[in-house]
């Protein structure tokens, strides 16, 4: 039964800092996850998070960034978060949590360029999620980032160094 409470405990404090979020941009909030069932899916292009020989580090970084997306939203809920490699379609079912190209096609670029292409934009609207970088590199500053608003935080490698709500 604790672990019950404590899990209805983190799944409300995850509800309330994605309220939060979405609390300046309009009036509704946004529910990702609802009485452990996930009203979200992760879209990015296949070739994001397809490993190739010879690849930059900046692509396999944004690769695990993704992957680590997947995996935290997971282990904060409790749920399954789909991942798809497909154009997403707009559904009243679901918010999208787009990312990259997919992000830009719904939301724009960023709206600020840097000359070392650093320059990232996260959106939270009624029509999604949107992690947008100038480059894989910066795209990768954008996930972070919607990870640390929703309380992530990693202080040293491991377990121990390593809050998760």
């Not at 997947?70 to 787009?98: M, R």
């Not at 000359?115 to 949107?130: C, D, F, H, N």
Request: proline share 5%; glycine share 8%.
């Amino acid at each position: 039964m604790r672990d019950l409470n404590k899990s209805l405990y983190f799944f409300n404090f995850f509800i309330f800092v994605v309220c939060i979020l979405s609390g300046s941009a309009f009036s509704q909030p946004i529910t990702l996850i609802e009485n452990g069932i996930s009203k979200t899916t992760i879209f990015v292009k296949q070739e994001v998070i397809t490993a190739t020989p010879g690849e930059t580090a900046a692509h396999k970084k944004l690769r695990e960034s993704v992957k680590d997306l997947v995996y935290y939203l997971e282990k904060i809920t409790g749920t399954k978060v789909g991942l798809i490699t497909k154009s997403p379609e707009d559904h009243d079912d679901y918010i999208p949590i787009l990312i990259g190209d997919y992000a830009i096609d719904r939301f724009g670029p960023t709206k600020k360029t840097d000359p070392y292409k650093q320059s990232w934009r996260l959106v939270i609207s009624e029509k999604g999620i949107g992690m947008i970088g100038q480059s894989e590199e910066s795209t990768t500053h954008a996930i972070y980032e919607f990870l640390e608003r929703i309380g992530c935080r990693w202080y040293m490698p491991g377990e121990i160094g390593q809050v998760i709500p």
